[in-house]
């Protein structure tokens, strides 16, 4: 059975020695995260998943979810693992204390969702979603919302989930066929049907609190294909007394049906039918909608898919840590063949299977991956704090840029990543890898979602190109190609090692220059050639990113070595990830950057038919 | 459900217009290779496979393998699908008629197994280990065993088997623990467990000829781990009389187990045990052993090895073709969003998917593979028969050595691109894609074992630059690069895209001469830099062998256009997939060479427990 250990000591690494949280004064509620608040929560989260989650892991890929008379059933132990959670406090470390949370910023609880996780993807679903969708709430409902719905998800007794997809559209919102009748009292009516609803149903609460698209008709009572008439609606499972918060009948929301997967199959993925369903029209994030405005209210949806997104992301890293942890772990057991430099054990018959340097290659391209994304993932979450909490207005603004630039590259290249980490651990098992039993195979079914969660991730590289690049007058991209110049700055004054790896961020960060100057200069043809250049620019991105934040993290530990502190080993392994990363992944820039720039008639040459 | 239609148009293309095979008369049989045979034999092929085959692909994967009373049953409907297909006689296409086959040269017969495996890649093992097995026992076997057993493989009422892996040693065949005792009749007899046989036990034939590496012992009966020692033997699970060729009663061979697996669940995976198993030791297949010599006989494993490495390979592309042809279907039909240069349905309320660039890069990509892999594989094919039937000694000898260095690019190149051809078709259909009722995850997990069978693919990229490029003097890789030489000097002298192509192939060309190179000037850290470099240089050979591919198609496409010959939509089609090779994937060829000469010491800096 696959095993997981939480990486604590890289996690107080990033944050202590790498962002320096406690040191932030400038960011409100970070200099109270000294090592003596956050290893017990990092140690005490790691040990409950590890303990209570993580045996679940395989059971819940082999029993699944069964729909048994219109109600989803979880697999064994998921229910009873879910209230240990909550009751432990795990769920509520990154609510508003007003709504019962710990109010700890998201580099906290982010580390803690990147192990549950690791521990049992599946499970870690059902309170990821409920997060999502309560922060949303908290955002955007009512009053009484606030005071009767959202304490119950922050405090786990309710869960919640988000319900836009429709079988004839995803992506493309406009065609959503449920629709929102209103009501003398103020609430609404839903009717219509939803596909792919992670946890739309489930024996872990006793409620759950549906956030649902849906469409409302113009003055005659028509529907139509107009983005402007969506928005959001909070639909209950079981009905809520918005008087008193006491629960009342079964809402007019039924199972329709349960999705069989690839994998990720502890986690329920159902058809949801709501039928003349009690719903209530939320507002927006900003507090400032018109009240009779039909398009009041999409931000909800946003605020809420942005976390997703951000969270698919974070998913990835977790599968690809848990796979590198036991592929790392098999190549050191596994037995076969001879080192090339001589027999590396003599008195065995066989050196284990990590003398071998291309199985050295597949475990550090894993790590290099796992360590450099975690890195970019805990300071784009700073950021998102930032957003809210930072103390200068300049500040602020620059953190939300960053933030919303970096959303689509976290969410794509991170799942195109983590996938290939967790592949690549069944390639160092070889065919054992391939066998359930041995458990890896299940990281690359489970993870293989993450691809496509939140928009599939073509879709999150038309989002960086054609929106957040030219967004906010190209500020954003400024400011982090700045942060790019910043880092190699720093490096360039340290040893020949990393003056090297300063001038090859600096060539990155030169290269996303050039891609947007050349898509910049394209004619009437841009919308294809942005379309044709798109996944290019985004993995130029995602390569960049994570050198920028590999130098960060050898400037540190070089500095560290140089002055005796820390554990050596510790940081003489993050000087070896560094250097993989700078000798074999950002070589792949410049052929990144000439796919960009070859674009759109090749792709666009043949005739739909002719393929 | 997934459909299949069988790329016939496409393999006449390659083997009448492209290899032109019908006019090799310097290799004997390939004249009679007109259209007018060919055509109605992969016609015919097709045609079954997608009525009888092709429906029980997804059925396959739902019901798989059962263990029951120590017997495996296949999946519903298997049985009778194995059996029609014999009785057709598709099975014994390239089997020599001495023994019962056809006689047809390996470039018809492999066309002919790309589509059983697009159509069902479960049940297309069973026939394919089957010929690996037969073909080697009919070099290697006494005559007893080519009148009674070959020819009954031959027919298909017979299977066959490899019979190689155990626990604890897979590629490593110094460990095994197999054993074979001489008897005085000339027999041996077999005790060991084997694990991971495909088509270990089944019910589609009433015998099994199983071909076992075991261990003989010194002349004091001790039993080392000297690869001199391993041999070959025949074993039948249902005994076999050398006299009359009868049946008799059942050998010591039991299934111990039957794994689950990620995928191909239709293809039983067993554990075998041999408990004193009759077995006979099997001759090399140069028919020169030295009777009494204990080395005599890995050369039948070696035969059959290298058979099913192609087999992999051209699995890994039907796989591919198969996933690509849904996915372009899905995308042509799934409407969402709107083409950027202005809507393309006006009518409709939204456009297909194939309208995006993004998509269109995905499909582009499969294709390329697909079509530059086939053309690469047939090439092959025909070498392999030119090594046997060629005219003249240089000529086979030339082709023999292109055959062995090839083998390990078409295994490992080729099982990887497919796989993600195969998983770009999950992300074309976005979140249905993950859905197991629609069929294309399927192919993902099917596809995912080829990485690993027959030696895992970084064991490939070591069989490539420690041996085969070293092999005859470099004489193999040297005719692979005068290939590349010869086709791009025709190409020069056509259009100036075929002309650009042709200078970006030279460069891929000279970036093998420099990997080599440098590979040469290498010191005393040889062995460990080989090891090291060894996958990005099989990358390197993959990318620019399909390159090679790609413009002799487009050549013969150009010429073809301007004389007004053939379809001019299917000619046009490869010149845009030509394009997209050397746009999109040449390029990476500047990233391959510096990977390879980035050198061992990085990834070897860190002591083996630091992972």
């Not at 999502?132 to 998800?153: D, I």
């Not at 997967?261 to 009690?278: H, R």
């Not at 994304?373 to 909490?389: N, T």
């Not at 003056?499 to 090859?504: E, H, I, K, L, M």
Request: hydrophobic fraction near 45%; charged fraction near 20%.
């Amino acid at each position: 059975m696959p095993t997981y250990a939480p990486p604590i000591d890289d996690f107080l690494f990033l944050l202590h020695e790498v962002l320096r949280v406690q040191t932030r004064d400038d960011i409100a509620g970070f200099t109270d995260l000294e090592t003596d608040l956050t290893r017990p929560i990092l140690e005490g989260a790691g040990d409950f998943l590890t303990g209570v989650w993580q045996p679940l892991n395989q059971v819940g890929d082999e029993e699944g979810c069964r729909l048994e008379n219109g109600v989803v059933r979880t697999p064994r132990g998921f229910a009873e693992a879910y209230r240990a959670y909550c009751e432990a406090g795990w769920n509520r470390l990154g609510a508003a204390e007003v709504h019962g949370g710990a109010g700890l910023p998201g580099v906290i609880s982010q580390a803690v969702y990147e192990m549950t996780s690791s521990a049992n993807a599946s499970l870690a679903h059902y309170p990821a979603l409920t997060n999502g969708a309560c922060s949303s709430l908290a955002l955007t409902g009512a009053p009484w919302m606030l005071q009767h719905v959202v304490p119950r998800m922050v405090s786990g007794d309710w869960c919640g989930t988000m319900c836009l997809t429709e079988s004839h559209c995803g992506t493309d919102l406009r065609l959503m066929s449920t629709r929102a009748v209103a009501q003398a009292d103020g609430s609404y009516r839903i009717t219509g049907t939803k596909i792919f609803i992670s946890g739309g149903d489930h024996d872990l609460t006793e409620n759950i609190i549906h956030l649902v698209l849906a469409k409302l008709p113009d003055e005659n009572g028509r529907y139509s294909d107009d983005l402007a008439t969506v928005n959001l609606f909070m639909v209950p499972k079981v009905k809520v007394d918005p008087e008193t918060g006491a629960l009342g009948v079964r809402n007019g929301v039924n199972v329709g049906g349960l999705e069989k997967k690839m994998g990720l199959k502890g986690s329920a993925t159902c058809v949801l039918n709501f039928d003349d369903a009690v719903g209530y029209r939320l507002g927006t994030t900003k507090n400032d909608a018109a009240p009779g405005s039909k398009s009041a209210a999409m931000s909800g949806m946003f605020h809420m898919m942005n976390h997703a997104r951000l969270g698919t992301g974070v998913g990835a890293i977790a599968a690809a840590e848990v796979a590198y942890q036991n592929s790392a772990l098999y190549a050191q057991e596994r037995r076969s063949g001879r080192a090339v430099s001589g027999a590396d054990r003599g008195e065995a018959a066989a050196d284990p299977i990590i003398v071998h340097p291309d199985v050295r290659r597949m475990l550090l391209q894993q790590r290099a991956f796992v360590e450099g994304a975690r890195a970019a993932a805990l300071w784009v979450a700073e950021l998102l704090h930032e957003e809210q909490a930072g103390a200068e207005p300049a500040q602020r603004e620059r953190a939300a840029g960053l933030g919303q630039l970096l959303t689509p590259v976290i969410k794509a290249y991170f799942s195109d990543r983590g996938f290939e980490a967790a592949n690549a651990a069944v390639q160092i098992y070889g065919g054992h890898g391939y066998i359930r039993e041995n458990g890896v195979e299940q990281f690359v079914r489970d993870a293989r979602i993450f691809q496509l969660y939140e928009g599939a991730n073509g879709i999150q590289a038309l989002d960086l190109v054609a929106r957040k690049l030219p967004m906010a007058g190209g500020r954003p991209v400024l400011a982090f190609l700045g942060e790019v110049e910043r880092i190699a700055d720093i490096a360039a004054g340290a040893s020949t090692d990393l003056a090297g790896y300063a001038a090859s961020l600096r060539r990155g960060g030169k290269a996303i220059e050039e891609a947007i100057a050349w898509l910049r200069r394209t004619g009437p043809e841009r919308g294809e050639t942005l379309g044709a250049a798109s996944y290019d620019v985004l993995n130029l991105f995602g390569v960049v990113l994570l050198g920028a934040l590999w130098l960060r993290m050898a400037v540190v530990a070089e500095r560290q070595l140089a002055a005796g502190e820390g554990d050596p080993a510790f940081l003489r392994r993050k000087l070896v990830l560094a250097r993989y990363w700078f000798e074999r992944e950002m070589p792949t820039v410049e052929t990144l950057l000439r796919r960009a720039q070859s674009g759109a008639d090749g792709l666009m040459a043949l005739a739909a038919e002719a393929f």
